[in-house]
């Protein structure tokens, strides 16, 4: 079997790899940064296929398709993304839309034409990564937390499509809290609260897509946190998450 995997130069997407590798599956790796996929090949070997690609384009999200569409993939991984932190108006513009293209477009894109070549098999898994965040307004963070919660309801509404129509093809999503990976030297913050390993967090996610989970929260914590959120007064969730947003760029 055929794994796509993208932002696969580190963090959760490298450790997808290595744990997908074990189990032999044959890998195709994507991300911006060719020295770290050419690292996590050589650390591999021979079961891994290596496409330096920045995804943020649509042109290139099908440009990657139409390289790979032959390649029969059975489980496709969208994973790439990053954030950006600070107040709404003081935040660069062009960033920010750089990472809604990323976070949303090449998600959105990806899933779309990969998921037409799976239904016409009535096979495949994709699973798309968004993060708690999803479930909250993130001040300091908005337009970040919003790229997640598109992920998150995007992915559900295909899940339920797909229930429907009695398909065989599973979509699911990936809800982590903080995980110890690359995330916070781009958006430039420290997390609030302690982090999950991203090995863990990444076993964790594969185990629970092979079980067709939905929406796939690793930790007690984060889904203690999830269930809260349910619970409050937005208004007061806003306060709290703003304190939370803020200690990031205090530590």
Same mark, same amino acid.
């Given at each position: ?64 398709? &139409? ?10 991984? &969208? ?104 995330? &916070? &030297? ?66």
């Amino acid at each position: 079997m055929k794994v796509l995997i993208t932002g696969a130069s580190s963090g959760i997407g490298a450790d997808m790899a290595r744990i997908l590798s074990k189990k032999g599956f044959d890998l195709i790796l994507v991300a911006r940064d060719k020295k770290g996929l050419e690292t996590i090949k050589k650390e591999l070997g021979g079961n891994v296929k290596i496409i330096p690609i920045d995804i943020s384009s649509t042109f290139n999200c099908m440009k990657l398709y &139409n390289k790979l569409k032959k390649e029969k993939i059975d489980i496709l991984i &969208n994973n790439a993304g990053f954030g950006v932190f600070g107040n709404f108006y003081e935040t660069n513009l062009d960033r920010e839309l750089d990472m809604i293209d990323l976070n949303i477009k090449a998600v959105h894109t990806l899933t779309k034409v990969f998921l037409k070549d799976f239904k016409e098999r009535n096979s495949g898994y994709i699973l798309n990564v968004a993060s708690s965040a999803a479930f909250l307004s993130g001040p300091l963070m908005g337009a970040y937390y919003a790229t997640k919660g598109y992920v998150l309801k995007l992915t559900e509404a295909i899940h339920e499509e797909l229930r429907r129509q009695n398909s065989a093809v599973y979509v699911g999503v990936l809800c982590p809290g903080p995980v110890n990976t690359n995330f &916070n &030297n781009v958006a430039g913050v420290k997390f609030s609260v302690k982090a999950m390993d991203s090995e863990i967090v990444s076993e964790y996610a594969i185990n629970q897509m092979f079980k067709r989970k939905l929406v796939i929260i690793p930790g007690i914590f984060i889904k203690i946190s999830v269930f809260i959120t349910r619970l409050l007064p937005r208004k007061l969730l806003l306060r709290i998450n703003y304190k939370l947003q803020k200690k990031k760029a205090d530590n």
